[in-house]
T-cell receptor, first 113, second 112 residues
Framework: SQKIEQNSEALNIQEGKTATLTCNYTNYSPAYLQWYRQDPGRGPVFLLLIRENEKEKRKERLKVTFDTTLKQSLFHITASQPADSATYLCALVLQTGANNLFFGTGTRLTVIP | NAGVTQTPKFQVLKTGQSMTLQCAQDMNHEYMSWYRQDPGMGLRLIHYSVGAGITDQGEVPNGYNVSRSTTEDFPLRLLSAAPSQTSVYFC???????????FGPGTRLTVT
């Protein structure tokens, strides 16, 4: 069966450290992988997109890697701040069909001052 | 630009009642979709549309209907609400192909 798993439900990290979140998938052939941030009571907000033929993408303090052999994406937040505390969701966009997004269950990140 | 708007923000229904969740976007996106979000389950796709007059089922379509008469609007109808439909519902629209998806603020629905 198809699955998208994010490494843990919750991750606590000290301010200033690098947070690393993992997204693993099985039985999907994604054309793109996206990361979203969701704050309590709000809709997800797009952060980054990486294509299947790209290994790494950066945006300010964010870095995403994508390994289609391992079927895994890593999402890094460097120099983390309390304002980075949120739930982070990965989503796959498939190569075929209507380009629907399929989401993982998310990791709740807490950055401790 | 208002982005994606949803109404209402909160709703309580009794089992068997019907209602329509409204969704509108002002970004001229062809693709729109509805998700439900439940604890531990993540976001699951209910229905989607790739343009006016075209709709299709997602992962969990049972109990829900949609229509798309204009590019801007994509309402979700619950014909006979059940407690299993208690959830937070998000409408979204996106750019073509792998483009980023824009979400509305959500509707929290409780069915008693």
């Amino acid at each position: 069966s198809q699955k998208i798993e994010q490494n843990s439900e919750a991750l606590n990290i000290q301010e200033g450290k690098t947070a690393t979140l993992t997204c693993n998938y099985t039985n999907y052939s994604p054309a793109y992988l996206q990361w979203y941030r969701q704050d309590p009571g709000r809709g997800p907000v797009f952060l980054l997109l990486i294509r299947e033929n790209e290994k790494e993408k950066r945006k300010e303090r964010l870095k995403v890697t994508f390994d289609t052999t391992l079927k895994q994406s890593l999402f890094h937040i460097t120099a983390s701040q309390p304002a980075d505390s949120a739930t982070y969701l990965c989503a796959l966009v498939l190569q075929t069909g209507a380009n629907n997004l399929f989401f993982g269950t998310g990791t709740r990140l807490t950055v401790i001052p | 630009n208002a982005g994606v708007t949803q109404t209402p923000k909160f709703q309580v229904l009794k089992t068997g009642q019907s209602m329509t969740l409204q969704c509108a976007q002002d970004m001229n996106h062809e693709y729109m979709s509805w998700y439900r979000q439940d604890p531990g389950m993540g976001l699951r796709l209910i229905h989607y549309s790739v343009g006016a007059g075209i709709t299709d089922q997602g992962e969990v379509p049972n109990g829900y209907n949609v229509s798309r008469s204009t590019t801007e609007d994509f309402p979700l109808r619950l014909l006979s609400a059940a407690p299993s439909q208690t959830s937070v519902y998000f409408c979204a629209s996106k750019l073509p192909r792998g483009g980023e998806q824009y979400f509305g603020p959500g509707t929290r629905l409780t069915v008693t």
